[in-house]
Nanobody, 124 residues
């Protein structure tokens, strides 16, 4: 059974950085595309960034382009989301999930397995 566990969230000030980690167990993370999603209470879940299973395709939401970077370390069975120049509007619960579709510049989806999330708060 695939299990995903996020970590790395916390409270930071605007302009600072965080790196989120998504560790897979029960499978090799390289078998799956992985996406990062975020949700604020009362709002729809948003796809933030995704990477395809072969690392050839990535997707970034317009709101995070140039600030966030997704990467994979298969040796550590982990996918990272490096978040720089954080803004208050980045505040949300962040989740990782397996994804089946990654279309650069357009979308990612087809989620099957989810982690439980990690909270990111950006506030002065």
């Amino acid at each position: 059974q695939v299990q995903l566990a996020e970590s790395g969230g916390g409270l930071v000030q605007p302009g600072e950085s965080l790196r989120l980690s998504c560790v897979a167990s029960g499978t090799a993370v390289g078998y799956y595309g992985i996406g990062w999603f975020r949700q604020v209470p009362g709002k729809e879940r948003e796809a933030v960034s995704c990477i395809s299973d072969d690392d050839t395709n990535t997707y970034y939401a317009d709101s995070v382009k140039g600030r966030f970077t997704i990467s994979r370390d298969s040796a550590k069975n982990t996918v990272y989301l490096q978040m720089n120049i954080l803004k208050p509007e980045d505040t949300a619960d962040y989740y990782c999930a397996t994804v089946r579709v990654v279309v650069p510049g357009l979308t990612c989806g087809g989620m099957d397995f989810w982690g439980k999330g990690t909270l990111v708060t950006v506030s002065s």
